[in-house]
C-alpha cells in the first residue's frame, strides 16, 4: 500500500481550474514532486519543490503544500492537460521513495 | 541534457533473474545525482525500486530489499538493475530515472521505459 494518498480519478470542465491532492505523514517533512504520465508514455515532472516548474512546463500547472497535504493546481485546463497526475516523496524514514496511487483527470 | 536509454530482455521466466540496464547520455553517472528505477505494472501505479550513487551507496523499496540489486559501472556510464526470483507479478515497464533533488526525491528525466513480461 502506498504512503501517499491520492484520488483515483477527477474531472474538470475545459477552460476550468482542478485541484489535484495528495496526502501522506512525510508530505508534513517533504515536499512532493508531481508528474504527468499520458498514455504510452514516460512520465514527465510538472512540479517540484515548494512550486517550481522545469523548464517547457506551462505556467497553468502550480503546487502548494499545507501540513499532510501536497497539491497540484491546473488553472484553464486544457484537453491535452487529460493524463494521469503522480505524486511522490520521501517516506517517513526518509530513506525511500514512494509514489501517490495516481489521479486520472478527465478534460471534460 | 541528459537523456536515459533502458535495455534488457523484454521476457524472463519465472524463478530467474531480471536484468536491465540504463545507459546515461549527455551528462556523468558521477555528477552529483542519485541514479533510481521505478516499475510500472500493465494498468496500474508506479513504484519507487531503490536508488544508487556513483560511490556505490545505495537505498532499497523495503518490499523489494531482498531480491534487487542496483549496481553502476562508471567507465561505461550507465546503471544497473538484478531482481531475483521473479514471479508474474514483476511484470511491469521498467523505467530508469535521475534523481534531480535527493532530499525529496525528485526524478528528471526518465528513460522511455521497456517492458519486462516474467512468463514460462
Known amino acids: 500500500s502506498s504512503e501517499l494518498t491520492q484520488d483515483p480519478a477527477v474531472s474538470v470542465a475545459l477552460g476550468q481550474t482542478v485541484r489535484i491532492t495528495c496526502q501522506g505523514d512525510?508530505?508534513?517533512?517533504?515536499?512532493a514532486s508531481w508528474y504527468q504520465q499520458k498514455p504510452g508514455q514516460a512520465p514527465v515532472l510538472v512540479i517540484y519543490?515548494?512550486?517550481n516548474r522545469p523548464s517547457g512546463i506551462p505556467d497553468r500547472f502550480s503546487g502548494s503544500s499545507s501540513g499532510n497535504t501536497a497539491s497540484l493546481t491546473i488553472t484553464g485546463a486544457q484537453a491535452e492537460d487529460e493524463a494521469d497526475y503522480y505524486c511522490?516523496?520521501?517516506?517517513?524514514?526518509?530513506?525511500?521513495?514512494?509514489f501517490g496511487g495516481g489521479t486520472k483527470l478527465t478534460v471534460l | 541534457q541528459v537523456q536515459l536509454q533502458e535495455s534488457g530482455p523484454g521476457l524472463v521466466k519465472p524463478s530467474g533473474t531480471l536484468s536491465l540496464t540504463c545507459a546515461v547520455s549527455?551528462?556523468?553517472?558521477?555528477?552529483?545525482?542519485?541514479w533510481s528505477w521505478v516499475r510500472q505494472p500493465p494498468g496500474k501505479g508506479l513504484e519507487w525500486i531503490g536508488e544508487?550513487?556513483?560511490?556505490?551507496?545505495?537505498n532499497y523499496n523495503p518490499s523489494l530489499k531482498s531480491r534487487v540489486t542496483i549496481s553502476v559501472d562508471k567507465s561505461k556510464n550507465q546503471f544497473s538493475l538484478k531482481l531475483s526470483s521473479v514471479t508474474a507479478a514483476d511484470t511491469a515497464v521498467y523505467y530508469c530515472?535521475?534523481?534531480?533533488?535527493?532530499?525529496?526525491?525528485?526524478?528528471?528525466?526518465w528513460g522511455q521505459g521497456t517492458l519486462v513480461t516474467v512468463s514460462s
Open positions: 544508487i550513487y556513483h560511490s556505490g551507496s545505495t
Open positions: 512525510s508530505l508534513r517533512s517533504y515536499y
Open positions: 519543490g515548494k512550486n
Open positions: 530515472a535521475r534523481v534531480v533533488d535527493v532530499v525529496v526525491i525528485t526524478f528528471d528525466p
Open positions: 549527455g551528462g556523468s553517472i558521477s555528477s552529483s545525482n542519485w
Open positions: 511522490n516523496s520521501r517516506d517517513s524514514s526518509g530513506n525511500h521513495g514512494v
